[in-house]
């Protein structure tokens, strides 16, 4: 499904509510009715990364796939990786529908979902059975809104994913779990790394761990969750989740209650994005996302710090030939520059996108 087929698909699914199509579109890919890209790998474009190797920089980000059903078709699109989930121990519902608003005028999503998905165990089973296939595929990890020890849904999904995962993703910024982002605060974060990092070393495999933060932070509190994922060991950061904020969106569907993605998200994160390069140093793993929606947005990202860039909201409005037209973008961008690899693009903004204001 690409070219101008891709297209109609992609505007007769914003004809129906966004949960809807979310769903047909995670369908479609199950069938095999979008057919994945048949291009030759850029070499430049791969990454070495908190010890993994990605084909390119680019991956999907969590919310999409929160059950792990389409991870192979992902990266048949082009992407480099892709990360499933967000997971919780128990299967879950969310919060009630309608809990996903389309701001097609902004290029924007806000959503309140609440980490549906459908638990530990139909995940495991779908990773252990595509275990051989390959490809990097990185599952994030979240609690039970009811749970009695919610440090411990984390550290009960490190260690079941563990083995299973190229990557863990320890989710604790979502704004859509009551109480979930309070454990950003320095003494909850201290305990939840450790803990999570025993579970993941006690496992008998050695996955990095991201944490994924919210885009809403003071400068003292990305300070300290710096200094925190530095002492602790952590192997990386994703910058950043949705944001509360409704700076640069429209409509009345701009108001709803949720985490608001997608373009208007792009500026923020990315100035926040710059702040953590700079405070956890050169050498922490950065993951960069929020309003990326082409190759250059892409670029900017990794200019500003990230090694890796994901998306998720574009694809609603471009379609899956999207990741394919950035991944083919890339390349044009490090051709154009006279660059070995992308990776010498890292940092080349970072003091400019770190001087800007967030908000």
Not at 232 to 256: C, D, F, H, M, Y
Not at 263 to 271: I, K
Request: hydrophobic content about 40%; proline content about 6%.
């Amino acid at each position: 499904m690409s070219g101008t087929f891709g297209r109609l698909a992609t505007a007769a699914l914003r004809c129906v509510d966004p949960e809807t199509a979310h769903t047909l579109s995670i369908n479609a890919l199950k069938t095999g009715m979008v057919p994945g890209t048949r291009r030759t790998g850029d070499p430049k474009l791969a990454v070495n990364v908190a010890g993994l190797r990605f084909p390119n920089p680019l991956g999907m980000a969590a919310g999409y796939d929160k059950n792990g059903e389409v991870p192979d078709a992902l990266l048949a699109l082009g992407f480099g990786f892709s990360e499933i989930g967000t997971v919780t121990p128990l299967p879950q519902l969310g919060n009630p529908r309608p809990r996903i608003f389309r701001l097609e005028r902004d290029g924007a999503i806000v959503n309140r979902l609440g980490f549906n998905n459908g638990g530990h165990d139909a995940m495991l089973g779908r990773l252990a059975a595509r275990r051989t296939r390959g490809g990097i595929v990185g599952v994030n990890i979240g609690a039970n809104k009811d749970s009695a020890d919610r440090i411990g849904d984390y550290v009960l999904g490190a260690a079941r994913f563990s083995p299973l995962a190229s990557y863990l993703t320890v989710n604790i910024s979502s704004p859509n779990t009551p109480g979930l982002r309070n454990l950003q605060s320095r003494a909850s974060l201290a305990e939840l790394l450790v803990r999570v990092r025993g579970a993941r070393d006690s496992s008998g495999a050695t996955p990095p761990i991201f944490l994924k933060i919210a885009p809403d932070l003071s400068e003292a509190e990305l300070s300290e969750i710096a200094e925190e994922v530095l002492v602790k060991r952590i192997e990386g950061l994703i910058v950043s989740n949705t944001t509360l904020s409704r700076a640069g969106a429209t409509g009345p569907s701009a108001q709803q209650a949720g985490g608001l993605s997608g373009r208007p998200l792009f500026a923020r994160s990315t100035a926040v994005l710059a702040r953590m390069r700079k405070l956890a140093g050169p050498k922490l793993a950065i993951i960069g996302v929020g309003g990326v929606s082409s190759a250059e947005d892409a670029a900017a990202k990794i200019e500003a710090g990230a090694d890796l860039v994901q998306l998720y909201s574009a694809m609603v409005y471009a379609g899956p030939g999207l990741p394919g037209e950035i991944v083919a973008g890339l390349s044009r961008i490090v051709a154009a520059r006279g660059l070995g690899s992308i990776a010498q693009l890292r940092d080349r903004a970072v003091d400019e996108w770190a001087q800007r204001p967030i908000g």
